[in-house]
């Protein structure tokens, strides 16, 4: 594994991207370290897999679409931690590279029908599961809990640590358990921007909230949600993103994949492109990882 001292944020390269020059964007390569799974999820996962751990549970049961980064994570950690793990699937119809990597690191994958799988959320499903699994720990999609949040404070700790001073400082949003994590850790001095992955998630804002003060936590910096970077919805792409992402990767040889990260530095972008956001200021983007999920897409190129 990759120590988390090693990744610090580094600065992309002068070439301009279609025309714009992104000199003053650093990102922090979360993507970079190490594991099976690298990025976001693993730090939403690492408390309660510990703390599970340490209370004997064997094993942990979550839930996922057949491309999720969590179930890739908590497979891959999972095994690496000796705990058994179970993944409720959303929609039995369709194999992926994902489902075979978890099925390889020893994951139980439970295929279910889109219509249970909406009651991910209801405690009498998490009872049954309990039973049928059980001992077993649930963890709710995505990881997103009180102690998902605490992993999370571990990334604004890298982000203070860095020599480099940020004004803007972006991360992609799915749940916003990442973002909360991020604001409660960053300095006051950091203006922390959430780009949503989601069309139309208007209650965004307050799920972020929610989970700050389950934890108790407050934010110590400015945050805010951009609900302007979805590119069509969630996990869809345009052809403008599309265009955005190839040119990117071939001159700056950073991977992203479309459904967080390419939206993430495209909104970056496309403020500097308008002036909105001056290129003179350093800001910073976290790339959460996630690069598993590029297998979906063939108009990308392949990852070196
Ligand atoms: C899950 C995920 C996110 C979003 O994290 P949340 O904590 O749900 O907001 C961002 N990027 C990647 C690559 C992810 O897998």
């Keep these: 594994m990759v120590p988390e001292s090693s990744i610090t944020p580094c600065r992309l390269s002068a070439r301009p991207v279609l025309g714009v020059s992104l000199h003053n964007v650093w990102v922090l390569r979360l993507d970079l370290l190490g594991g099976a799974a690298p990025g976001n999820k693993v730090f939403k996962l690492r408390h309660q897999l510990r703390r599970a751990r340490e209370a004997g549970v064997r094993r942990i049961v979550s839930f996922g679409g057949v491309w ?22 959303r929609g039995a119809e369709m194999e992926t590279p994902m489902l075979a990597d978890a099925r390889r690191w020893g994951m139980q994958l439970v295929p279910v029908s889109r219509a249970q799988y909406r ?34 404070l571990d990334i604004a700790h890298m982000i203070n640590a860095a ?3 940020f004004s803007r400082i972006l991360v992609a949003v799915g749940s916003g358990t990442t973002l909360a994590g991020m604001a409660a850790g960053l300095a006051p001095h ?23 003060d389950e934890c ?13 970077a979805h590119c069509g919805g969630f996990a869809r792409t ?4 599309r265009q955005f992402m190839l040119e990117f990767e071939q001159v700056q040889a950073v991977p992203l994949e479309p459904v967080y ?25 976290v790339h959460s990882g996630g690069l598993q999920g590029r297998r979906g897409y063939d ?6």
């Design 163 to 165: 020599q480099q001073r």
């Design 119 to 152: 009651q991910r959320h209801e405690p009498s499903w998490w009872r049954e599961l309990e039973q049928r699994f059980g001992p077993c720990l649930v963890i709710p999609e995505g990881g997103g809990n009180a102690e998902g949040v605490l992993g999370c």
């Design 190 to 212: 950091n203006q922390l921007f959430g780009v949503s992955a989601l069309k139309g998630a208007n209650d965004l804002e307050q799920r972020v909230q929610d989970a700050l």
């Design 238 to 241: 345009s052809i403008d993103l």
């Design 68 to 89: 999720s980064n969590h179930l890739h994570a908590l497979a891959a950690t999972g095994a690496e931690l000796g705990l058994e793990t179970v993944g409720v699937v």
């Design 216 to 228: 108790a936590l407050p934010a110590r910096c400015n945050w805010q949600i951009l609900h302007d």
């Design 261 to 285: 990260t390419g939206k993430l530095v495209y909104a970056a972008f496309r403020r500097i492109a308008s002036g909105e956001w001056s290129s003179g200021e350093p800001m910073l983007v």
């Design 299 to 304: 108009w990308l190129a392949p990852q070196a």
